[in-house]
């Protein structure tokens, strides 16, 4: 059979229009392709969200759970050291002269005398220098207590070595959260150190 001028033009024809379907499924395919793109991208971000909101949760009620354990020992072992401890506060917040905001943990009182507990999961040195800092502005931030004499005092779950050390060389009390109490670490000749 001989093939004609005519036939090899509706060859290319067919062909062409072959490749302007296949183009149109490409085309049909990547928009599939980044319409799921995009839907996983926005149910990453939504799982990213929610995972996020429950750590803030389980990390709020964990902290919440660390203050309530140290805080149920911590009358008796300040008194054990002398600082005769009537009561004990928790979770005081206020807003800076200035502008930002404060919060401390625990804030155990004798009248004359307070001590602040900073409560942590796990000590780092950096929390030791943040609370210092936080000490050394806290009769500015709360007037009420301008004419205290304070202590400081942290409290750990576990602690990295140069943390604890840090806490103790900074005369601060390192209370030990263990099980279902908690114990002070320095040395029974300690000193605190007061602002």
Known sequence: MATTYEDILNLFREVAEAQKETERKFQETDRKFQETERLLREQSQASEEKINALEKLFTSQWGKLMESLVEGDLVNLLVRRGIAITDTTTRLKGKRPGGGNY????????????????VKTTLRPDDVKHFLDKL??????IPRYAQNRIYGAMAWLTADASAEAMV???????????????SIQNDPAFTPRAW
């Open 136 to 141: 050394d502005h806290l009769k500015d931030w």
């Open 168 to 182: 103790i060389n900074r005369g601060l009390f390192s209370i030990r959260a263990t099980g279902d109490s908690a």
């Open 103 to 118: 919060e401390f943990d625990i804030i155990a009182h004798n009248g004359e005398a307070i001590v602040v507990v900073e």
